[in-house]
């Protein structure tokens, strides 16, 4: 709780988030870190959608995907900045009853946007999607002075033809392909735009979708969307209550719920101690443990020792990677991969996607090889994953102590890669 920022008096008071599909939300503990009224999650239907805004007892709320357009026909007064944009993500009802639309997706796009550091005056910016978020980025590059290219599946520009495009300087994309829990998608290739300095992407949840571990691999700067949402529900929260709350409030909220979402990934060598540091980080954190082996008994009914004999290596890695996507696109846990998981490409982008990965190196003589069929020579398996460990992860922690204190030294590594972040 930040209380220099939080506003009181408005605890008799509801509002709420309005939208389709709400499970990847943050906003709930967002809005609770700003001020003391009551936020929920409000999942309606296309076709409830009227009766929904006729009889909602709400004394405000935002909108997400995909009714920032529709809900503009209930209200009966817009704001100016919804005007222009064509898309309201606030409602406030006003004393008399009546509906008053705002967008405060404009001051969080602006304020993403800012932490790039980009130039963007005269600057090609290529814009994916064309639905509500989009008109808000649209609005604000233009208002800096970019050229702004909307690409969506019909029209003039669209995904068959973006390579005219190649010379974009920035680019965003603005609609859901890559969001949980369809994660590990990308409309573009980003290798193919060598002029590219920028990257933003909306969405939040994963931290990095497919888009950004692509910027990230390519060295090109790039930023997720929980800026702009906490940019933005830092403004809906005074346009709810007519408070205003200081500046520095967006960050410190923002490292808050990213520490707070962010994954623990342990990764090392099979017998290493990552499943048992894991629950005592679990434990001390306060979070889910999640063991990938465990879960993968849980899904086939039988142990990897028993998978690998049985099948195969390449049958077992198989499993692994399905059960790695289904773990890794958690929020908040704590993961114990299995000690191959780096020996699969793909297991890469899974495992960065939402988490700090941290490498748990422990003295090779030291380590069990009781049920596990692949560690005749753990020498040679060494030296192949070292260097894989190194690449998956983002911080090494030493693991040739007591479980207790490795565990500490974990803790105060994932808190050092996040503040560094």
């Known amino acids: 709780m930040i209380l220099m920022d939080y506003i009181k008096g408005y605890s008799d008071k509801k509002y709420g988030l309005l939208g389709e599909h709400l499970s990847h939300s943050f906003s709930p503990q967002i809005h609770k870190s700003l001020a003391d009224y009551q936020y929920d999650l409000y999942e309606v239907g296309k076709e409830d959608l009227s009766e929904w805004v006729k009889s909602n007892d709400l004394a405000g709320f935002n909108v997400t995907i995909p009714y920032k357009q529709e809900i503009m026909k209930y209200c009966d007064r817009l704001s100016e900045l919804a005007l222009l944009i064509g898309a309201v993500n606030t409602v406030v009802r006003l004393p008399d009853g009546t509906l008053y639309g705002d967008n405060t997706d404009y001051y969080g796009f602006e304020y993403m946007l800012s932490l790039l550091s980009l130039d963007v005056k005269d600057k090609k910016a290529l814009v994916l999607g064309s639905g509500g978020a989009s008109k808000t980025v649209q609005a604000v590059l233009k208002n800096l002075g970019a050229q702004v290219i909307v690409v969506s599946r019909e029209g003039e520009n669209n995904y068959s033809n973006i390579n005219l495009h190649k010379d974009t300087f920035l680019i965003v994309n603005t609609t859901p392909v890559g969001m949980y829990p369809d994660t590990g998608k990308s409309l573009v290739n980003l290798s193919d735009f060598p002029e590219c300095c920028g990257v933003c992407d909306v969405i939040y949840n994963p931290a990095k979708t497919d888009l950004l571990l692509q910027a990230e ?205």
């Open 217 to 421: 691999a390519l060295g090109i700067p790039f930023i997720n969307g929980l800026s702009m949402l906490v940019a933005q529900a830092k403004r809906a929260a005074e346009v709810f209550t007519g408070a205003m709350l200081s500046d520095n409030v967006t960050e410190k909220i923002r490292a808050q719920v990213e520490a707070q979402t962010l994954n623990v990934i342990l990764v090392g060598m099979p017998g290493c101690g990552k499943s048992t540091v894991g629950r005592l980080v679990a434990e001390k954190l306060s979070r889910s443990f999640f063991d990938a082996d465990e879960e993968i008994k849980n899904a086939t009914g039988r142990t990897p020792s028993e998978i690998i004999t049985e099948d195969g290596e390449r049958a077992f890695r198989l499993v692994e990677t399905q059960v790695l996507k289904k773990l890794c696109k958690e929020s908040g846990a704590v993961i114990a991969t299995g000690g191959g998981a780096v020996t699969v490409e793909d297991n890469y982008k899974i495992i960065r996607q939402n988490s700090v990965a941290i490498f748990l190196e422990r003295n090779i003589n030291i380590l069990s090889k009781e049920d596990r069929p692949l560690s005749s020579d753990l020498v040679a398996m060494y030296k192949k994953r070292l260097p894989m460990y190194q690449r998956f992860s983002h911080k090494t922690v030493d693991g040739n102590s007591d479980a207790t204190d490795v565990a500490e030294r974990v803790i105060n590594t994932f808190s050092e890669v996040h503040n560094e972040n």
